[in-house]
């Protein structure tokens, strides 16, 4: 005897909203924002080494809106202005003595993220996808006089994946995406340093990477 299951069709909700050629919406979400730091090992005339790195993570938020145009039937196009409030916490160590310093990292980027979503059929209530498309930003909260100064100005390559799930009223979207800069931030020019001495921990860092988390709730 054989038994087959499948699953069930059920009534759509909003069967004809992936139709439209233009799609808008609101989005908030939580972020997890890092550094990669590559160190040089620089050793300064009194024997000081430091070295510097993100040991956790601080979690943030965002906020922001959507507008999505459909090119065909599995593929559109989106651009996403979006607010991203959170901190890095960078810990430098002090090889010599071990003495850390800590310095925090406030961070409000103004990003307009350029995605291509690549959307599965939709299957009752609900279809997948995956999205790509790369971020610039604009850092609103760099601040001088500090042991780093990045640049106001990156660019994130970014992947994900999502669900739409179609509701009575709405669709709600969550999607998780992994963001990855594509340049150097650390800024080397240091004429707003007072204390020459401070140099050394920007001497010490090579180069200095943004990577970010996203956890994205879209309500469309």
């Known amino acids: 005897m054989t038994t087959s299951v499948a699953q069930t069709r059920k009534v759509m909700n909003r069967p004809y909203i992936d139709q439209r050629l233009y799609h808008y919406g609101f989005l908030a979400g939580l972020n997890m924002m890092d550094l990669e730091i590559e160190n040089n090992g620089y050793i300064d005339e009194d024997g000081n080494q430091w070295f510097a790195e993100v040991p956790n993570y601080d979690p943030g938020f965002c906020v922001g809106?959507?507008?999505?145009?459909?090119?065909?039937?599995?593929?559109?196009?989106?651009?996403?202005?979006?607010?991203?409030?959170?901190?890095?916490?960078?810990?430098?160590?002090?090889?010599?003595?071990?003495?850390?310093?800590?310095?925090?990292?406030?961070?409000t980027y103004i990003s307009v993220p350029l995605d291509l979503k690549f959307s599965a059929e939709r299957f009752n209530n609900y279809r997948p996808y995956m999205m790509a498309g790369i971020n610039p930003t604009l850092n609103l909260t760099v601040k001088k006089n500090k042991n780093l100064l990045v640049n106001k100005f990156d660019c994130f390559m970014e992947v994900g994946i999502g669900c739409d799930f179609y509701l009575p009223f709405f669709k709600f979207i969550p999607e998780l995406k992994f963001c990855y800069g594509l340049s150097n931030i650390i800024d080397k020019d240091r004429s707003d340093l007072m204390d020459a001495d401070a140099m050394i921990y920007t001497k010490s860092v090579?180069?200095?990477?943004?990577?970010?988390?996203?956890?994205?709730f879209y309500f469309e």
């Open 65 to 107: 809106i959507l507008g999505e145009v459909r090119l065909n039937k599995c593929l559109a196009a989106r651009a996403v202005p979006t607010m991203h409030f959170g901190t890095r916490s960078v810990t430098f160590r002090n090889a010599l003595n071990e003495d850390t310093q800590v310095q925090q990292m406030k961070t």
């Open 206 to 216: 090579d180069r200095a990477v943004s990577k970010m988390i996203v956890l994205t």
